[in-house]
Nanobody, 126 residues
Framework: QVQLVESGGGLVQAGGSLRLSCVASGRTFSDYAMAWFRQAPGKEREFVGAIKWNGDTTFYKDSVKGRFTISRDDAKNTVYLQMNSLKPEDTAAYYC???????????????????WGQGTQVTVYS
């Protein structure tokens, strides 16, 4: 049984930073690309960024480029989302997800991910 558990969300003032963590268990973490998605109230879930299975490539939604960074520590079965220069429009529940196929770059399409965490809330106030 694969489990993903996010943590690190909270309330932060605009311009501040947060680091989200997602700990995975249940399969060989290092074989799979990982991604972060978010969902704001009343809006559809959207892609934030992803990291290739071996960690050498990342890609992001345009609006977070230069502010957010995804990294992974395979020894800890953990993927991170470092969020800097946060804006009120970043307010959302953030979810990590694990790609359904091994050894891929990852994808911006939620359909490509078969396991999801429960989400962690990020609220940015101005």
């Amino acid at each position: 049984q694969v489990q993903l558990v996010e943590s690190g969300g909270g309330l932060v003032q605009a311009g501040g930073s947060l680091r989200l963590s997602c700990v995975a268990s249940g399969r060989t973490f290092s074989d799979y690309a990982m991604a972060w998605f978010r969902q704001a109230p009343g809006k559809e879930r959207e892609f934030v960024g992803a990291i290739k299975w071996n960690g050498d490539t990342t890609f992001y939604k345009d609006s977070v480029k230069g502010r957010f960074t995804i990294s992974r520590d395979d020894a800890k079965n953990t993927v991170y989302l470092q969020m800097n220069s946060l804006k009120p429009e970043d307010t959302a529940a953030y979810y990590c997800a694990s790609e359904s196929r091994a050894f891929t770059y990852g994808s911006s399409f939620s359909e490509e991910y078969d396991y999801w965490g429960q989400g962690t809330q990020v609220t940015v106030y101005s």
